[in-house]
């Protein structure tokens, strides 16, 4: 017997067990399909869940990892700022080194140059003293080519130059030692020129320096603890002074009577004011003349200058007034041959 059943709605016969099976079936396919979709979804649920632990622990390893970062920048930093601070420190220990160094090579170099500044001057001056000394001895034998001018070697003791004064009958009157100095004046050249006066046995005692001390400056001359001292411009009038009157002294000490007591007041007179004050009245007199050759000299000059200006200016105009007649006249005009242009 079948199990057969006929559609209500189509009439078509239908077999139960054959439907049966296919509604089993098919429950059974959806139950198996639910439970694959709950297992899918349980699967995907959970590989959310586990997915986003793994997110969690990733954005922990990465915050981790940020943080490491930000650390390891920080000691970075900091170390590098430790670097910096230490070669800075380094730095400004070498370059105050270097400025101590440099200070000391500028002290040393400053030194040097003042001790080169120092040898300069003194060969300088020492030169100049020399040509001083040159300048005393040329004027001297230029101006008296009779006396006998004898300049004192270097390293032996005594003056510079020693002046021995002769007359027109060659006789000797006595003798002037000079004495030349450039340099600041000190009160030891007196003693030591009066101690070669007496081992010269000189007359006179002259001291020429350039630098005069406090007393003597404004008169340029003067007499002083028996030296006679006197700037390089009043050189030339000392000399003529002194010799003047040696020679005069000479003259008396020959013609007098009673030589001893003769002697002994040439020697006061010598070393006295009064033949101080006649020196220095000659002196003072011989600097007025000089002064007035060398105004007239200078007014000369001047006056001769502006003559020969103003002759200059007739010779221009004279040939510039011929040469204008000479293009006037075609060259017809005579020829005048200190106005011809020498070929």
């Not at 490491?68 to 700022?81: A, G, P, Q, V």
């Amino acid at each position: 017997m079948t199990n057969t059943i006929r559609c209500k709605n189509c009439g078509t016969l239908i077999d139960v067990a054959e439907q049966l099976a296919h509604d089993i079936k098919e429950s059974v396919v959806l139950e198996e399909r639910k439970k694959a979709q709950n297992e899918v979804d349980e699967v995907r649920r959970k590989f959310t869940t586990d997915m986003g632990k793994l997110l969690d622990e990733i954005k922990t390893l990465r915050e981790k990892d940020e943080m490491r970062e930000i650390e390891m920048k920080k000691k970075l930093l900091e170390s590098e700022e430790s670097i910096r601070n230490e070669a800075k420190k380094k730095a400004e220990e070498e370059h105050q080194l270097k400025d101590v160094e440099k200070e000391k090579l500028i002290q040393d170099l400053k030194k040097a140059l003042e001790d080169a500044q120092k040898k300069a001057n003194q060969g300088s001056q020492q030169t100049q003293g020399e040509v001083l000394e040159l300048t005393i001895e040329r004027k001297l034998k230029e101006e008296y080519p009779q006396d006998e001018i004898k300049e004192v070697k270097k390293g032996v003791r005594g003056a510079d130059v020693i002046q021995t004064v002769i007359d027109k009958l060659n006789r000797n009157c006595g003798s002037i030692i000079w004495e030349s100095k450039n340099a600041k004046w000190s009160d030891t050249w007196i003693p030591k020129l009066k101690e070669d006066q007496r081992q010269a046995k000189s007359d006179l005692a002259v001291l020429v320096s350039a630098i005069l001390p406090e007393d003597l400056k404004e008169k340029g001359v003067g007499f002083k603890n028996g030296i006679w001292i006197c700037n390089p411009s009043n050189f030339s009038l000392l000399a003529i002074s002194l010799r003047f009157n040696l020679v005069n002294i000479y003259y008396e000490k020959q013609n007098a009577q009673g030589v001893d007591e003769k002697m002994k007041v040439l020697y006061e007179y010598l070393t006295g004011n009064e033949f101080k004050h006649r020196v220095e009245g000659i002196v003072e007199a011989f600097g007025v003349l000089q002064e007035d050759i060398e105004k007239e000299k200078r007014w000369f000059t001047s006056k001769w200058a502006r003559q020969e200006k103003e002759i200059r200016k007739v010779i221009d105009h004279t040939h510039g007034l011929y040469g204008d007649l000479q293009g006037v006249t075609g060259r017809s005009l005579p020829e005048i041959k200190s106005l011809e242009l020498k070929g």
